[in-house]
């Protein structure tokens, strides 16, 4: 019901564009979410943003580079990504909650199947 699209291999200081398609009920779902996990790490809150509000969070690492939107007639998310850092390197999934907003993988209860970002020179 979620699918991810867009990864790759960009250079340092590059930029890349994440987008997730919701299908289904999913979309009804209040808010929703991109997470991110390395190897050995634990999965870890990028950005959420709610449905109808707009509202956002992003996580500290990342503020000021990466940014959230959603576009509600098409049922997607987005997740725009500049000044990308080595340790931005992750499997990237998008996720979606019953909650008003959610910084916890616990609160998601619908996940994708992730996409790689790999930063490296």
């Known amino acids: 019901q979620l699918a991810e699209s867009g990864g790759g291999l960009v250079q340092p200081g590059g930029s890349l564009g994440l987008s997730c398609a919701a299908s289904?009920?999913?979309?009804?779902?209040?808010?929703m979410a991109w997470f991110r996990q390395a190897p050995g790490k634990e999965r870890e809150l990028v950005a959420t943003?709610?449905?109808?509000?707009?509202?956002?969070y992003y996580a500290d690492s990342v503020k000021g580079r990466f940014t959230i939107s959603r576009d509600n007639a098409r049922n997607t998310m987005d997740l725009q990504m500049n000044t990308l850092k080595p340790e931005d390197t992750a499997v990237y999934y998008c996720?979606?909650?019953?909650?008003?907003?959610?910084?916890?993988?616990?609160?998601?209860?619908?996940w994708g199947q992730g996409t790689q970002v790999t930063i490296s020179s």
């Open positions: 943003i709610h449905w109808n509000a707009g509202a956002t």
């Open positions: 996720a979606a909650t019953p909650l008003w907003l959610g910084i916890r993988p616990s609160q998601y209860d619908v």
């Open positions: 289904g009920r999913t979309f009804s779902r209040p808010a």
